[in-house]
């Protein structure tokens, strides 16, 4: 009976976890919906939004945990049966309780209001965009966010929008947005200024604060690891194509370091 000696290629060695590949499994990563008031959408594609319009009321505006922005509990009338449907839409900045929201093609181009993109002139500012007809909301959907309409094309039934990333997008002049910016707006701008905050703040959207340093840990967790100083010790740019564990870092980089000079948005050829 020979001593064994853990070699390379033996199945029985400990391997060692990947941490971001430990957050992919889920386990304790989950996200935390217990208390998350439903998903925030447009109401369903109907024979009403798409020939003429249908009111809606807002009954109430709620807090939904671990969502910047509030949403809107917005009540129509079914056109098929005797009852009420009941969406979770988003509210825009000047939604109050009690207002009436008018959905479709004919529907008047005010706050609150849902268009297809095709009845909103250029410059208009929209949110909760669809990316597809029909698929109840995409794009400009955190607090505070809007894209704007920059042009139409007739011939091929698009439309241009800048994101708020300030990215240009083209999709089909059918999809629906509601008009005006969604509310919360500016909670960025006050800072946490403590942990108690940001670890609540956490607390109800998933388990991803505090987040470690990889130059604080050991060589054994981390490709930046170790050594007697926090240094990285290797350039900080990494392939796209490394392995996962060594891939850390800025991964397939063009550039790096802050942005100089002023960007060029929204005056460009189109």
Request: aromatic residues 6%; hydrophobic residues 30%; glycine residues 14%.
């Amino acid at each position: 009976n020979t001593p064994h000696f853990p070699s390379n290629n033996d199945p029985f060695t400990m391997g060692k976890y990947i941490q971001a590949q430990r957050k992919g499994k889920g386990g304790i990563f989950k996200s935390h919906v217990r208390t998350r008031k439903g998903a925030v959408k447009l109401r369903p594609l109907d024979y009403a939004e798409k020939q003429g319009y249908i009111r809606g009321v807002v009954k109430e505006i709620l807090h939904d945990p671990g969502r910047g922005a509030p949403v809107a509990k917005v009540q129509f009338l079914n056109a098929y049966r005797f009852k009420r449907d009941t969406e979770l839409m988003l509210c825009t900045e000047g939604m109050y309780t009690g207002q009436f929201i008018y959905c479709g093609k004919k529907a008047s181009l005010t706050v609150g209001n849902v268009l297809p993109l095709s009845a909103v002139p250029e410059g208009t500012i929209v949110c909760n965009i669809e990316a597809k007809v029909g698929d109840r909301g995409a794009f400009a959907r955190g607090s505070g966010a809007f894209a704007v309409v920059v042009s139409h094309d007739e011939d091929k039934g698009t439309t241009r929008l800048r994101l708020p990333s300030g990215g240009k997008k083209t999709v089909p002049s059918g999809v629906r947005a509601q008009i005006g910016v969604v509310a919360g707006g500016g909670r960025t701008d006050k800072p946490l200024l403590k942990a108690g905050r940001a670890y609540h703040k956490y607390a109800v959207k998933r388990n991803c604060w505090p987040k470690i340093r990889g130059v604080a840990k050991n060589p054994v967790e981390h490709p930046f690891g170790g050594g007697n100083h926090q240094h990285i010790g290797k350039p900080s740019t990494v392939s796209k194509e490394a392995p996962s564990g060594r891939k850390v870092g800025l991964i397939g980089a063009r550039r790096t370091g802050r942005l100089r000079g002023v960007k060029k948005t929204g005056q460009d050829k189109d």
